[in-house]
């Protein structure tokens, strides 16, 4: 019973307890189950029309491009630069693809497989892929369907894990990189399709054609006198508040901005010292004799140079303008150099000339996959047959393990470095050395290879070079030194206020008020400055940032403050558009002082205006900017519009006032076709009507953009 009373005494405390423990395990679950819903939106990069894209996504079409980069450039790695355009190239591509689907969709339009087939390997051929080098003939530098053709016979491997590893890291590199260029052909296509849906709702007529052809083919020639607007002093013109309120309040519409952060920042170059450039120049100094005398040219080479020695001949096309001038003009065996331009050092050396072929074109049998014995009695037994009169190509097609064996094992043609780069130096010798049309054994990592050369290019000269480079960058002692100094600066002065007092006096350039939205890349045009962009986004007005290193400079950022989204505050735009307003009176002061005088030449108007008398020919309605004088739009008009040899009155324009006298008037002898002027006028049309539909979709698009957590 005393046990019982005691329970009692403690209910409310003990209801307490238990609701705590209750609300503990309801959250605890509520969180464990939510805990996918809260990893999503961490990992939402953007959210497009409502459409979610995660992180996880947009790197991966991200690291695409980038290999397909590498691929078409030859390139092991990408430098930050060149990441950051691919990120908003993908970026953009998301955007433009969720709101040209919802568009498209509603009408029901699509690009079925009849035509990508078309496009990909058809009559119509896609101009991305006739573009591309590797479809191009050597010999014309034309697009060669049978190239392509040869190519998607390659890829297309069911089998692909019974080729060689290697083999099959080519193989599916190749078929990605086709994959995404037939998305991309895709996507050209349906975005075409809109386009010209929409531009031929937009169509030129007959009274079109003849103004567009009348604009064009006259043309006025003018003497003319210009008054400046800088002739009068700003002080003497008074523009009121309201007036700048009341064209900004017109103007509203351009001023619209992101949220962005205002920042000043310093910005040091990261430089070689002296001391760096003299050793960088001692250096190489030291390697002429070396490089001049030595049998070991290669060794010389990779050892001391950031470009490896290439054991190929290269013809004069191959070369740079430098390396071209030295090696057409000296003997075999002559050095040139250390020469020092735009922070490096270069040294040649030329090795050997001669006169060859440029390209070879190569069929192959490669056998692999069976042991060294069964591999040379296959290749012994092969080479017997082909010395009896069979057909290359056929065995080619029965026995090469490779996917050129369809092909009749055509490879395409070779250069001695794409030879040399892509199987090795035997194959290269081979290939370049082996009489046309007859047949040689060579092995590489590949396998056993019966090469026959079926075609050459011309002979011509070319050329074996050494080639040293060596840039000259700053020393660890150097780099230290840089930043250590600015650090102790920035010790020293860590606050906005102090940093814009002190950084003129201690050598350093202060940048001030720099506007910054979360999409920009860069900081001004430093390179790599993304992270600082970040930072200043993550931090309050006031702070000061830790040194960044952006490539080749050390930045310190200070937050001024943040500007929301919206539209840019009248204060920030109102010296422009004081100083458009008062060019605008000054204009209506000089034209009232003008027309007062009754003046009947332009002569007399250019000593009023303290001028002198200019002439320009060729101006019509449509020259954009006119020589001598610039873009001033109502001059075009006026010109256009005046009679022959008669003054006309001062006319108001962007820099100043003029007056001006047509002279004469020419015609070009030009026929009128109404059925050309207006395809031209419709095919600008069609290009501006396109564009502008697709970036008024994006631009009336609803988008959350997140990339600055990630990137």
Known sequence: MATLEKIRSKAGLLVLVVGVALFAFIIGDFLNSGSTYFRQSQERIAEINGEVVNIQDYQGR??????????????????????????????????QEVVLDEETAKLGMIVSPEELFDMVQGENISPMIQQMPMFANPQTGAFDKAALLNFLKQIEVENIESYPADQQAQLRQAQNFWMFWEKNIKRQRLEQKYTTLLSKAVSANNLDAKDAFDSSVENSDIVYAM??????????????????EKLYNQRKELYKQKESKVIDYVAVDIRPSKEDYD???ADIESLKEEL???????????????????????????????????????EVGAVYGPVFDNDKYRMFKLVDKTLAPDSVKVSHIMLAGQSEEATKALADSLMNVLKGGADFAELAKKHSVDQAAENGGELGWFTEATALRGVNEDFKNAVFS?????????KSLYGTHLVKVTERTANVNKYKIADIDMTVTPSSETYSQIYNELNHFVSNNNTIDKIKENAKEAGYQLVTDATVTKDNQLLGSIKNSRQVIRWAFQNGKGSVSEIFECEDKFVVAAVEGTLPEGYRPMRMVEDGLRAELAA????????????????TSVEAYAGAMHASVDSVKFV???TRRIAGIGVEPNLNAAITMAAVDQVNAPVKGNNGVYVF??????????????ASEIRTIDASNAYRVGFQAIQSLINHADIEDNRIRFY
């Open 62 to 95: 991200i690291d695409e491009m980038a290999e397909m980069y590498k691929m078409q450039t030859g390139s092991t790695s990408l430098p930050e630069e060149y990441m950051t355009q691919i990120r908003q190239s993908v970026f953009d591509a998301l955007v």
């Open 227 to 244: 008054q400046s607007y800088a002739t009068i002093p700003d002080s003497t013109i008074q523009v009121s508040e309201s007036e700048i």
């Open 279 to 281: 050793k960088a120049q």
């Open 292 to 330: 001049k005398n030595s049998e070991r040219v290669a060794d010389v080479v990779n050892e001391n140079s950031e470009v490896p020695y290439v054991d190929a001949f290269f013809s004069e096309k191959m070369l740079d303008p430098e390396m071209k001038q030295f090696a057409t003009t000296s």
């Open 434 to 442: 082996t009489p046309l049309n007859e047949v040689t054994v060579v």
């Open 584 to 599: 605008q009176k000054k204009g209506d002061q000089i034209v009232q002082e003008l027309t007062a005088k009754n003046l």
């Open 620 to 622: 019509n309605f449509s």
């Open 661 to 674: 006298k047509v002279y004469a008037r020419n015609k070009d002898n030009k026929e009128y076709n109404e």
